[in-house]
């Protein structure tokens, strides 16, 4: 995606030395520049709501892949603590493979090569990451109240068969966030970046480049 973006100027924040969504916001802010934009995808747009509830005036433009607003439902945070009792036991490489079905396109799941890499990114996160990961999305707020002061112009894809993002999430933040565009990727999951990497790299770039020098 780097690549595909054309070689602009970026970090990626560490999201993964921390156990709250604010400690991450405060990290990803100590080490980017004055004025930035933000393509966060998931629980990186859990830390892109917090980055705007405390440097609005920071944020540029705003991208949203694969995310929502809300804090977890008790449902949502009895399955993470089912994973972390997993983990725990170390059982790691059993909460992968139980996640790769609402991760990907049902179509993809027989994907050899896309499965390695997932794979391969959940063996690069490691267990007691993805356990801090699992605690800082549990604690998160709600950020639906937050909306309406989201001022940037905002890009919000989700993928079709996205198996934890609904669609109403999305509509959501499209009508609380003023003038946001939702684009809808036909034929993809949860992982947008992985599974269709050029189309959302055109969108990206058309996006961003819509906003000139930040």
Request: proline share 7%.
């Amino acid at each position: 995606m780097i690549a595909a973006l054309g070689g602009q100027p970026h970090q990626i924040p560490d999201h993964g030395s921390d156990d709250t969504i604010a400690g991450m916001a405060a990290r990803a802010l100590a080490t980017a520049p004055p004025r930035f934009c933000v393509a966060a995808h998931a629980m990186g747009g859990f830390v892109a709501f917090e980055i705007l509830r405390r440097a609005p005036e920071r944020v540029a433009r705003l991208a949203l892949l694969g995310t929502l607003a809300p804090s977890d439902t008790p449902a949502q945070t009895e399955r993470r603590l089912g994973y972390a009792r997993l983990v725990e036991a170390g059982r790691f490489d059993q909460v992968v493979e139980e996640r790769i079905p609402i991760l990907l396109h049902p179509e993809r799941r027989g994907d050899a090569a896309l499965l390695a890499k997932v794979r391969r990114m959940a063996q690069e996160t490691g267990a007691e990451r993805f356990l801090r990961q699992q605690r800082a999305v549990m604690s998160r707020p709600d950020s639906r109240p937050d909306l309406p002061k989201i001022r940037v112009p905002t890009l919000i894809l989700w993928g079709r068969q996205d198996g934890i993002a609904a669609l109403e999430h999305q509509r959501e933040m499209e009508r609380g966030i003023a003038g946001a565009r939702l684009e809808i990727v036909e034929e993809c999951g949860h992982l947008l970046t992985l599974e269709r990497p050029e189309h959302v790299a055109l969108l990206l770039r058309g996006w961003f480049a819509a906003g000139g020098p930040a």
